[in-house]
């Protein structure tokens, strides 16, 4: 066969030119092309066939599995019923079968304990189903289905999650220390009680876009400092993107068609993808910079540099958690260490007992002295990885340091200058003022200054009263406007010396008063 054309509808035009050079990439003339397709696999597929043919699987077999309710997904799952010597017959005969009865048919007890993929991508599964003290299995693909409760238990290996485009509305999980990458995109989930089970140490990507859970912030999401992929958009998420200011690996977010509203100062400087669309507070924070995050932070440098101080609490929430991590895997090197050692001695026992006693049989003396090794090598490059994440972060931690005093001294130094700039001003006015008043004036002028000052500072009602009587003594002389005037610039000198006594900096006031 020569014309692509005639294989399949697609191949016309320009993205059937883009489909062919595909197909011939992997390999495949038009005749083999058509083989395929016509065994139940789409023009998009041609990634999909190599790993049928992979796994021992030919056009015409890979047919007779389609033809049954597989889909091109699902060659993983086909290998493993052909190997355990099922024929593609079963599948029909089981297709009126809920998923608890399917997965125990499918996958007795006996075979459990060795299984480290479970994909059951079925879209004919249904009702409930446990996995429970599947002692190897790493990874569980349910996407497509109707089941509606999965609960997962009891599984020491398990890394990765996928029940995408499913029925799942109840996710229960329990004792799975080990989940890295969970997604459920685009299904029923209806509450995030789950992620109080995920280990913060281990989970680095979760995908939870368009889902029907009630409203909640991010405050959840702030323990699981490895995250390096969040998506939660077509949700009800709300509030501050402040929750996330301590993922210092924090590569892409998406928060599409949320409502969270603020906090662009404390996403960390790690975000890589930032995908906001629909989600309309912070479109309009970042619309008239182009969507360019940096830029916005130039321009709002005072909310930076408080989110900064912020971080500097956060990284050595971080460190302290490594220092945790550390202590806990180098008890564990020990531990190891020691039964080395042991296993070491009993093996030069052993050996030497069968050289002078040689067995009938050929004995491995150092299995268990091997798996043992194994382990304590596993550990120490663990305790390594470790060590080299706190030495990033105290690195991490010093420069955010740095740059806080930095701002934190330039900072108070615009204060101080300033708090000496409001008290000449108020000199000046008084001494104006001065030559208005005679010398009760005076007086009473210095009284309402004072008065002023326990206004602010204590509230005192007292003082509040007197306040008011002396105005309208002083109104005599001067004018409301000018009794404003006076009032207003103590009340900037008594905030600014409140934040500069808070500082423990009034000693640095003095020498940048004016001679």
Known sequence: MKDWKDIHPVFEGNIGDYYQEKWKGIGFDAQKTKEWINAGLEVSDYDKVS???????DSKETKKWIKVGLSPDNAPFAFYLKNSGFVPQCIAEFKNKNAQEWVD????????????????????????????SWTSLESIDCRFSKITKLS??????????????????????????????????????????FLNQ????????????????????????????????IFMGDTSFYGSLKPLQGLFKLKCLHICNTNIDEGLEYLPESLENFFYSDCKAIE???SPYSGNIKNWKKTHKRQVEVAESAKIRCLAEALTTLDQEIEELEKENEYLRSELVIEREHAEAMDNFYRQNPPNENTSLYNILSEISSDYLRINQKNKQKEQEVRQLNDKLKAVVKIAEQNQTK?????????AEYRENLKQLTTNAESKLNEEGQVLLIILLEAQVEVIQNSNPFAKKQLENIKKELNKKLSQEEIKVFLDKQAKIVKLEKQLEYLNLESKIEQYLPS
């Open 284 to 286: 309009k924070q970042l």
């Open 105 to 132: 048919y499918f996958y007795p007890n006996e075979k459990r304990k060795k299984i480290t993929s479970l994909h059951i991508n079925l879209k004919w599964l249904e009702n409930s189903l446990i996995i429970d």
């Open 51 to 57: 790993l049928w043919e992979n796994m021992g699987f």
């Open 198 to 229: 995920l280990n913060p140490r281990k989970l680095t990507s979760i995908s939870i876009n368009d889902n029907k859970f009630p409203p909640y912030n991010l405050i959840m999401l702030s323990k699981f400092r490895k995250l390096e992929y």
């Open 411 to 419: 900072n108070d130094y615009q204060k101080t200058l300033l708090l």
């Open 152 to 193: 997962l238990i009891n599984l020491p290996k398990l890394s990765k999650v996928a029940c995408n485009v499913s029925k799942v509305n109840d996710l229960e999980i329990s004792n799975c220390p080990n989940i890295s990458n969970l997604s459920a995109n685009n299904s029923q989930i209806s509450n995030l009680d």
